[in-house]
Nanobody
């Protein structure tokens, strides 16, 4: 059973930083793209950043220059470094990854349970 578990959320003051982690556990063959989404109360879930299996990255405009997505394939872990956090970054952050459970099968999309990030003074 493949699972994604996020960690690293919390309460931080405006201008502060947090690093989120997303660990894939269980038995699987390969992880492809990894993405971070967020959902604030009353809003739709939005894509924040993504990193491909070749380490290409993309960001939504509102976080460019402040957030950095990365991955450590040896640890089956993705990261989201968030700097210069602002109150509007407050949301539940979700990890998402395309994972192929076996070498001969297709890849599936998995979601983590989410981690709360609150930016407030």
């Amino acid at each position: 059973q493949v699972q994604l578990v996020e960690s690293g959320g919390g309460l931080v003051q405006p201008g502060g930083a947090l690093r989120l982690s997303c660990v894939a556990s269980g038995s699987f063959f390969r992880i492809y793209a990894m993405k971070w989404y967020r959902q604030a109360p009353g809003n739709q879930r939005e894509l924040v950043a993504e990193i491909g299996s070749g380490d290409t990255t993309e960001y939504t405009d509102s976080v460019k220059g402040r957030f950095t997505i990365s991955r450590d394939n040896a640890k089956n872990t993705g990261y989201l470094q968030m700097n210069s956090l602002q109150p509007e970054d407050t949301a539940v952050y979700y990890c998402n990854a395309d994972i192929r459970p076996t070498a001969w099968g297709q890849a599936y999309r998995y979601w983590g349970q989410g981690t709360q990030v609150t930016v407030s003074s």
